[in-house]
């Protein structure tokens, strides 16, 4: 072989090895993230992480509508790709509960996953008939009441809280499990529903999007916390109030409903990968955190990177956590010194 040849060779090969191994660098990681339904505010959330956060971290990340937070703890704990989700707090803790009850399918789920961050409290909206006698939660014991699709977040908050209201279960023949958009038309429609309940983070798409001509139709009931049924709710759940500037299109007047904590979940992933792709996302989550807050869904200006100190149960993901913490611990780089730009390095555009 001829010493021209065997270099061409030789350049041939070293550049498909470093072709490979710039591939093998630069090929963003296919992660999916777990949301809701795609009108509601964890669907806007997850788009927001996909669009200012994972691409700092090298992660092209699939934003995922499902059932709800049921379904999510599942999907986070056993399908390929999932390496986040967005869940609410009470639905954690119930799979907590049902673990330290001896559940061992709940015990299977929850034991290795893993809380991120805790994000801000979801509003529940409970969603009446214009005319309807109901004004506050606790005129519902005897309303039909849809809680959105099983397996969904709204689903468990409605039949949880009528529980805990009314000290007994929520009939079944009261209770129906549609999505959101079915439940509103039957609403107005037949009236076959009397109460629809939606779970989402104001201002909720769902009702952020309604025409000024919904106000003939449809009103939005109160939570009293001073009412003798919302005693057992309250440790649990949270006053929240509903601001006006949420639905300009439905209500002039804030009041106060009912909430739920949100956390942003992972999988215990110990293997050096798939964790080193996850420190990548905690620290472009606290590099770019006024960015989600200035730009994102509004609700991001109630998130703060702190980490309160969980339940019983409840374990942060360490290593995301210590990269947060040592994000927000480092200083900020020093500012440049106010130079004087002489005339030729203005002429030359040398000058910032």
Same mark, same amino acid.
């Given at each position: 072989m001829t010493r021209t040849m065997a270099g061409t060779l030789l350049g041939v090969g070293m550049?498909?090895?470093?072709?490979?191994?710039?591939?093998a660098a630069f090929a963003a990681a296919q992660y999916k993230i777990v949301t809701a339904n795609p009108k509601g505010t964890y669907f806007a959330i997850g788009n927001d992480l996909a669009k200012y956060v994972a691409p700092d971290a090298g992660i092209e990340l699939?934003?995922?509508? +499902?059932?709800?937070?049921?379904? !999510?703890? &599942?999907?986070?704990?056993?399908?390929?790709?999932?390496k986040l989700g967005i869940i609410q707090a009470?639905?954690?803790?119930?799979?907590?509960?049902?673990?330290?009850?001896g559940n061992m399918a709940a015990r299977a789920i929850i034991a290795p996953l893993r809380v991120i961050l805790p994000l801000y409290n979801t509003e529940i909206h409970y969603i009446v008939r214009a005319d309807s006698?109901? %004004?506050?939660?606790?005129?519902?014991e005897k309303a039909k009441i849809n809680g959105g699709v099983v397996g969904s977040g709204a689903a468990l908050i409605t039949h949880s809280l009528y529980r805990m209201?009314? !000290? &007994?279960?929520?009939?079944?023949? %009261?209770?129906?499990?549609?999505e959101n958009q079915p439940?509103?038309?039957?609403?107005?429609?037949?009236?076959?529903?009397?109460?629809?309940?939606?779970?989402a983070g104001q201002p909720a798409p769902i009702i952020t999007n309604m025409k000024p001509e919904a106000q003939k139709y449809i009103k939005l009931l109160k939570f009293d916390p001073a009412h003798a049924t919302s005693k057992a709710a309250l440790s649990v759940y949270a006053p929240s109030t509903v601001r006006a500037g949420s639905y300009? %299109?439905?209500?002039?007047? %804030?009041?106060t409903t009912i909430a739920v904590g949100a956390l942003l979940v992972t999988y215990n992933f110990e293997d050096q990968? +798939?964790?080193?792709?996850?420190v990548r996302f905690a620290r472009s989550l606290c590099q770019n955190f006024a960015t989600l807050q200035a730009s994102g869904h509004p609700k991001w200006r109630e998130v703060s990177l702190n980490f309160p100190k969980l339940g019983a149960g409840w374990t942060y993901y360490a290593p995301a956590v210590a990269e947060i913490r040592a994000c927000l611990n480092k200083p900020a780089p020093a500012a440049a010194p106010n130079k004087q730009c002489s005339a030729e390095e203005r002429i030359l555009g040398l000058c910032n």
């Amino acid at each position: 072989m001829t010493r021209t040849m065997a270099g061409t060779l030789l350049g041939v090969g070293m550049a498909a090895m470093l072709w490979l191994h710039g591939g093998a660098a630069f090929a963003a990681a296919q992660y999916k993230i777990v949301t809701a339904n795609p009108k509601g505010t964890y669907f806007a959330i997850g788009n927001d992480l996909a669009k200012y956060v994972a691409p700092d971290a090298g992660i092209e990340l699939e934003v995922l509508p +499902t059932a709800g937070s049921a379904a !999510n703890l &599942k999907h986070v704990r056993y399908d390929p790709g999932v390496k986040l989700g967005i869940i609410q707090a009470d639905v954690y803790q119930a799979f907590v509960d049902r673990s330290a009850a001896g559940n061992m399918a709940a015990r299977a789920i929850i034991a290795p996953l893993r809380v991120i961050l805790p994000l801000y409290n979801t509003e529940i909206h409970y969603i009446v008939r214009a005319d309807s006698p109901l %004004n506050y939660l606790h005129d519902i014991e005897k309303a039909k009441i849809n809680g959105g699709v099983v397996g969904s977040g709204a689903a468990l908050i409605t039949h949880s809280l009528y529980r805990m209201m009314f !000290n &007994k279960p929520m009939p079944e023949a %009261n209770a129906s499990y549609l999505e959101n958009q079915p439940a509103l038309v039957k609403l107005i429609g037949d009236k076959s529903v009397d109460v629809v309940v939606v779970a989402a983070g104001q201002p909720a798409p769902i009702i952020t999007n309604m025409k000024p001509e919904a106000q003939k139709y449809i009103k939005l009931l109160k939570f009293d916390p001073a009412h003798a049924t919302s005693k057992a709710a309250l440790s649990v759940y949270a006053p929240s109030t509903v601001r006006a500037g949420s639905y300009p %299109n439905l209500i002039k007047d %804030n009041f106060t409903t009912i909430a739920v904590g949100a956390l942003l979940v992972t999988y215990n992933f110990e293997d050096q990968y +798939t964790a080193s792709y996850l420190v990548r996302f905690a620290r472009s989550l606290c590099q770019n955190f006024a960015t989600l807050q200035a730009s994102g869904h509004p609700k991001w200006r109630e998130v703060s990177l702190n980490f309160p100190k969980l339940g019983a149960g409840w374990t942060y993901y360490a290593p995301a956590v210590a990269e947060i913490r040592a994000c927000l611990n480092k200083p900020a780089p020093a500012a440049a010194p106010n130079k004087q730009c002489s005339a030729e390095e203005r002429i030359l555009g040398l000058c910032n």
